[in-house]
């Protein structure tokens, strides 16, 4: 689970910001507003995908494997059509397909294997969430456990990235990081009644900043 958490994983994570680099370039996000900030990232947008990570972790228990195949496509799919901005998608769907591909290079395993192919064959995005929950199941992590670490994992990277664009200093980001814990345990958990039908994500700034990201003169990140 550490190893899987942790953000030098080799996908590339490193390399993108989801829009938060145009928002400081552009002064609407300082480091005095950081911890709010994160804190309705996680209600919002970290609610989404821990809700779609659980539901792929439960797919690697289904006794078809046509019936795992196809839901697992079908929730990529609806995962992409709650992405409104282009940045983001791409960046999350390439997460996604590196870490299902890093995990194979590791060890061979039949139920990755078929989910990679399946959505090669569909030309469906594999979004790193939803790869994290099944990756998580294969790997004999419960659920719970599976979206804890993949939140910690996806804020530790957003406030990582912050210390390259902001004056946010090492001390600092531990004590938001700290924070935020029972933010991001409420999260976990209420993801557990999670419902495809009652999900909803508002989150403009982020998704202007993520479609604005090309126009910045100097960028640091990717995305």
């Given at each position: 689970?550490?190893?899987?958490?942790?953000?030098?994983?080799?996908?590339?994570?490193?390399?993108?910001?989801?829009?938060?680099?145009?928002?400081?370039?552009?002064?609407?996000?300082r480091v005095d507003q950081l911890e709010a900030f994160?804190?309705?990232?996680?209600?919002?947008?970290?609610?989404?995908?821990?809700?779609?990570?659980?539901?792929?972790?439960?797919?690697?228990?289904?006794?078809?494997?046509?019936?795992?195949?196809?839901?697992?496509?079908?929730?990529?799919m609806q995962l992409s059509a709650f992405k409104t901005a282009r940045e983001s998608r791409v960046a999350s769907a390439t997460l996604g397909r590196r870490f299902l591909q890093l995990l194979?290079?590791?060890?061979?395993?039949?139920?990755?294997?078929?989910?990679?192919?399946?959505?090669?064959?569909?030309?469906?995005?594999?979004?790193?969430?939803?790869?994290?929950?099944?990756?998580?199941?294969?790997?004999?992590?419960?659920?719970?456990?599976?979206?804890?670490?993949?939140?910690?994992?996806?804020?530790?990277?957003?406030?990582?990235?912050c210390q390259r664009l902001l004056p946010l200093g090492q001390s600092q980001a531990s004590s938001i990081l700290w924070r935020l814990k029972p933010i991001l345990i409420e999260v976990a958990h209420k993801s557990m009644s999670a419902d495809l039908e009652e999900l909803t994500i508002f989150t403009p700034l982020m998704d202007i900043g993520s479609m604005r990201h090309p126009l910045v003169t100097t960028r640091l990140f990717i995305s």
């Open positions: 689970m550490l190893q899987l958490a942790d953000s030098a994983l080799p996908i590339g994570s490193t390399a993108h910001s989801f829009g938060l680099e145009t928002l400081t370039v552009e002064d609407n996000l994160f804190q309705h990232f996680l209600l919002e947008t970290g609610q989404l995908e821990s809700c779609f990570c659980r539901l792929s972790h439960r797919l690697a228990h289904l006794p078809d494997p046509e019936q795992v195949e196809h839901q697992w496509c079908m929730l990529n194979l290079s590791l060890e061979e395993n039949s139920l990755l294997r078929q989910a990679l192919q399946a959505a090669r064959a569909q030309q469906v995005d594999v979004h790193y969430s939803t790869a994290f929950g099944l990756v998580g199941a294969t790997s004999d992590l419960d659920e719970t456990t599976t979206v804890l670490a993949y939140l910690q994992q996806t804020l530790t990277g957003f406030v990582s990235a």
